[in-house]
């Protein structure tokens, strides 16, 4: 709680987005205020400071640590204020500490165990039964990256890679797969 409070000081005032009253209120509201705090973004910040060697950045630190915190507790489903597939956080949490963002290292087995747990039975991940192509996609990238593999993952990755292919779309008229969504 101390922690919070004194992020939220060193916050501007908040902003509010002209057009809040035309949006819509739904779970996938973005609120487009000032202070907005997006773990993916965060990840992306310390993925590119990490791999141009600028850890001793001023806010590296402080943003490894919200990170790690965000994972933790067990919160990527609604940390990614703008990027609202809860396996993007994981995802470019992996590719953050796949530059060298060893910050990262700690937050490894949580991430591990959460996207191994939300795994369906046919292969596939969900983000609220939306999406599967879409988050499955980023939950086999975030265990793609993990530097060392246990028989667990790789299992999960091939349910993942079996799922993937069992839902492409062949078209005779043209050589290309791709998948709806």
Request: glycine share 6%.
């Given at each position: 709680?101390?922690?919070?409070?004194c992020i939220r000081d060193r916050l501007g005032p908040e902003g509010i987005f002209p057009g809040h009253?035309?949006?819509?209120?739904?779970?996938?509201?973005?609120?487009?205020?000032?202070?907005?705090?997006?773990?993916?973004?965060?990840?992306?910040?310390?993925?590119?400071?990490?791999?141009?060697?600028?850890?001793?950045?001023?806010?590296?630190?402080?943003?490894?640590?919200?990170?790690?915190?965000?994972?933790?507790?067990?919160?990527?489903?609604?940390?990614?204020?703008?990027?609202?597939?809860?396996?993007?956080?994981?995802?470019?949490?992996?590719?953050?500490?796949?530059?060298?963002?060893?910050?990262?290292?700690?937050?490894?087995?949580?991430?591990?165990?959460?996207?191994?747990?939300?795994?369906?039975?046919?292969?596939?991940?969900?983000?609220?039964?939306?999406?599967?192509?879409?988050?499955?996609?980023?939950?086999?990238?975030?265990?793609?990256?993990?530097?060392?593999?246990?028989?667990?993952?790789?299992?999960?990755?091939?349910?993942?890679?079996?799922?993937?292919?069992?839902?492409?779309?062949?078209?005779?008229?043209?050589?290309?797969?791709?998948?709806?969504?």
């Open positions: 709680r101390q922690r919070q409070m009253l035309m949006l819509p209120r739904v779970p996938e509201y973005i609120p487009f205020g000032t202070n907005d705090i997006d773990c993916v973004v965060n990840t992306n910040v310390i993925g590119a400071l990490a791999l141009y060697s600028e850890e001793n950045a001023k806010g590296y630190k402080n943003a490894c640590d919200f990170v790690n915190s965000k994972i933790r507790k067990n919160q990527h489903k609604r940390c990614g204020v703008y990027y609202p597939n809860e396996f993007n956080f994981y995802y470019t949490a992996m590719r953050a500490h796949a530059s060298g963002a060893i910050c990262i290292e700690e937050s490894l087995p949580k991430i591990i165990e959460v996207t191994l747990e939300n795994q369906n039975k046919d292969g596939s991940w969900d983000t609220a039964n939306k999406d599967h192509i879409q988050s499955t996609a980023y939950a086999l990238g975030a265990l793609m990256k993990l530097p060392r593999k246990s028989a667990a993952v790789n299992k999960s990755i091939d349910k993942g890679v079996e799922y993937l292919l069992s839902v492409k779309i062949d078209e005779a008229k043209n050589p290309y797969s791709y998948w709806d969504g």
